[in-house]
């Protein structure tokens, strides 16, 4: 190993608005090691990739590659520079072959010798490329379209894609979260040669027994710090794990549980589909169940599962203990079933009003608005920005709103078709600290009048701010069920699936 470092991050800082994702870190990588990066979901390890790779730009703090200061404000930056970055879900162009994939950097850079007659010759280059990392059998044919690849084989020609480049510094982001345990031990052949051969590698990965077994060096972060660093042996498992940990918890609930808290609402017995697998969860009048679990793990899919999104494929699903089959997102709504989506803009009509979006999940078609109950649309997406305090007119373009005044109207849109069960997934994702606050009285509130809660969350601190109870998702499934008292650790532990060595265990 190369005592020197390859990239030296100098009190390296990044802030969207008034959030801190990244505050003064310090961490170098070596060349010929390895670097387990860790943290819990929004500890900044994306964003430290990011702003290494040249994806974002610092607010402050400098970045050093190979001795010399630089400035990376685009990812050609970065990669000019030496650094390649192979994230979990692989950005592949699925209308060009295998081949054109593998060499898209070389081929986009303008000094490609390859031409649309030269196909061939590119495909030659691509098998030879597989077949230099071993990877030959593993994928089809390199004049497949990538459309074809499964998730598995998708990210092994975004490794393949990455070492094209001939990187000094590569970043893995949970390059192993789709991979069988052959593809595994067969990336981790891979990046054992690339040590070797002087690269300095960070993996980023939630399988911290399986990513120990790589690394030389361990640095964990946890609110965009960087809170430890050492030799494997100097930072074992344990003591990263209790490092991830928050060490904080915001106020526990005041409210007095609900006489009929104890009424069961929604049942879930082994329901499965191609996301999930054997999920058993109950929910009751007046409750909240906090989710935890880290991205990627199924936390969605079940929602999705519940919202008729995504259809149950075996299980049964027990809506006030009848058998019921949800088999759309309407169906689930005529039952009294509703959901926020993770993802914001894609639930939202970016071309019209606040009123339109504010109750389009009341009528049958978004189209049938502006014509069909103007002076009810109206009365209801006055309620929605009255109740929910919308910093918005009703006649205002959605697009207008701020992020979180965006996610109060989608929350307020799913209220107005008065649910008894209300699946909320990352309702605070991306908003500001006052409108968070707002968004957990409002869950409180829903959960007074009855409201059967699920509240799906990557920031383990809201989950105790709102729940009454915590179910932990691992690979698809329900791990844990935990009483809101329960510590971070126990959480953190239960969605890594380690168990803490005794000696190790936390003091009571």
């Known amino acids: 190993m190369n005592s020197s470092p390859v990239l030296q991050a100098r009190s390296l800082s990044k802030w969207f608005g008034g959030v801190h994702a990244l505050t003064e870190v310090n961490l170098s990588m070596a060349g010929g090691s390895v670097l387990a990066l860790l943290g819990e979901n929004g500890a900044g390890k994306s964003t430290f990739i990011g702003l290494a790779s040249g994806a974002l730009y610092p607010s402050a703090g400098t970045i050093e590659i190979q001795g010399h200061a630089v400035e990376l404000r685009l990812p050609a930056d970065g990669l000019r520079a030496g650094v390649a970055v192979v994230h979990q879900d692989p950005k592949l162009v699925n209308d060009q072959s295998i081949a054109a994939n593998i060499f898209a950097t070389e081929l986009s850079s303008g000094n490609s010798p390859f031409r649309p007659y030269q196909v061939r010759r590119l495909n030659r280059r691509a098998v030879e490329c597989l077949r230099s990392l071993g990877l030959e059998g593993e994928l089809p044919r390199v004049t497949e379209n990538a459309r074809a690849l499964s998730a598995p084989q998708r990210q092994l020609v975004a490794i393949a894609k990455a070492l094209t480049t001939e990187p000094a510094i590569l970043f893995l982001d949970e390059p192993t979260a789709s991979l069988t345990s052959r593809e595994t031990e067969r990336l981790w052949r891979l990046v054992d040669g690339m040590r070797s051969r002087g690269v300095a590698v960070a993996v980023v990965s939630h399988r911290l027994r399986e990513v120990y077994e790589i690394a030389d060096r ?31 918890r915001l106020a526990a ?24 697998c054997n999920v058993n969860l109950v929910l009751h009048a007046g409750e909240v169940v906090g989710m935890a679990g880290l991205v990627g793990a199924g936390r969605t899919e079940i929602a ?3 919202g008729g999104i995504d259809k149950v494929l075996a299980g049964h699903v027990y809506l006030d203990g009848k058998l019921v089959h949800v088999r759309s997102p309407r169906a689930a709504l005529k039952k009294g079933i509703a959901l926020t989506n993770e993802e914001r803009p894609g639930s939202l009509f970016p071309g019209h009003s606040v009123s339109l979006n504010a109750t ?40 207008s709103l701020s992020g979180g005044n965006q ?25 500001d600290v006052a409108t968070k606050a707002e968004i957990y009285e409002l869950v ?10 699920l509240f799906i969350s990557s920031e383990l601190e809201e989950i105790f701010e709102v729940a009454d109870r915590i179910v932990v998702v691992r690979q698809g499934t329900i791990v844990a069920d935990l009483p809101a008292d329960s510590d971070a650790l126990s959480v953190i532990t239960s969605a890594l699936g380690e168990k803490m060595p005794a000696s190790q265990e936390v003091n009571s």
């Open 407 to 431: 996610q109060k109207v989608l929350i307020g849109r799913v209220l107005a078709t008065e649910p008894r069960v209300l699946v909320l997934d990352e309702p605070t994702h991306g908003i």
């Open 360 to 399: 389009a999940s009341v009528f049958d078609t978004p189209s049938a608005l502006g014509f069909i109950r103007r002076r009810l649309d109206r009365r209801r997406a006055h309620d929605v920005i009255e109740n929910l305090n919308v910093k918005g007119k009703a006649t205002a373009a959605i697009g």
């Open 253 to 276: 609930r005041s409210e007095a549980p609900l006489t009929d808290a104890g009424r069961e609402v929604l049942r879930l017995e082994k329901v499965s589909n191609e996301g999930i």
């Open 218 to 248: 361990v640095a964990v972060l946890r609110d965009g710090r960087k809170v430890g660093e050492g030799t494997t042996a100097e930072l074992p498992i344990g003591e990263a794990v209790r490092l991830m940990a928050p060490t904080r």
């Open 444 to 453: 409180k509130e829903r959960a007074a009048s009855g409201v059967a809660i």
């Open 304 to 306: 999705r599962a519940i």
